[in-house]
């Protein structure tokens, strides 16, 4: 299993080696009616993503230890491997999220009220304000935070690799991990799912 998507030609290389294992790529070749060089690509890249290993004089087998490992932590929940939310109430002043920032030495805040989750608010929001040389003081956070429903979150629920493609299609460095309430429109904060908690699952992967 892999965030990237395998081409059909691909998946039936895996089956073949599968079922024959150790085979060569002349082999493959053979059963797939194609000659060697149309296949060295896909080979190179099943090869590359850890799902064949190629054993000189020998032929193709699967790394079944590392799918199996990349198997059992990819379909893992967000809530099983989430970190702790920051988050502020979005009547309180700038000032006391920027003292939240450097306390708790996050990337963004998450922004509460009486319906759960209204905002999200990052280092650059609180540098805009504090350029435009306002009072930190006398202005709350939701005068500068992204507001709700424009912040991009992930359910608690959901799968890692949804949460990472979501990282990386919005180019953002966290999700707020939530449970909603739809019946009362009541979004909780549960946690977060940051790059940090991806790099820690690749580095999982690899250690394994």
Do not use: C
């Not at 429903?149 to 919005?170: C, R, S, W």
């Not at 707020?176 to 991806?198: C, H, L, M, Q, S």
């Amino acid at each position: 299993m892999s965030i990237i998507n395998l081409s059909k030609r691909q998946l039936e290389i895996l089956e073949i080696v599968k079922e024959a294992q150790p085979v060569t790529g002349e082999n493959i070749a053979g059963e797939l009616g194609l000659t060697r060089a149309a296949l060295r690509s896909d080979l190179s890249v099943l090869t590359q993503l850890g799902y064949l290993a190629a054993r000189p004089k020998v032929g193709y087998i699967l790394q079944e230890r590392i799918n199996i490992s990349a198997e059992k932590i990819l379909k893992k929940k967000v809530s099983q491997v989430m970190s702790i939310a920051v988050v502020i109430d979005d009547k309180e002043s700038l000032h006391n999220a920027m003292v939240k920032f450097f306390l708790e030495d996050v990337g963004s805040i998450f922004a509460v009220n009486e319906k759960g989750l209204s905002g999200i608010i990052s280092r650059k929001d609180l540098l805009k304000s504090a350029i435009g040389e306002k009072d930190l003081n006398s202005v709350p956070v939701s005068m500068a935070m992204t507001r709700m429903p424009n912040v991009v979150t992930v359910d608690e629920n959901a799968n890692v690799p949804e949460a990472i493609n979501k990282l990386i299609v919005h180019e953002i460095d966290s999700l707020p991990v939530v449970r909603t309430d739809e019946k009362n429109g009541f979004i909780e904060i549960v946690g977060r799912f940051t790059k940090t908690n991806a790099t820690k699952l690749l580095a999982e992967l690899i250690k394994n």
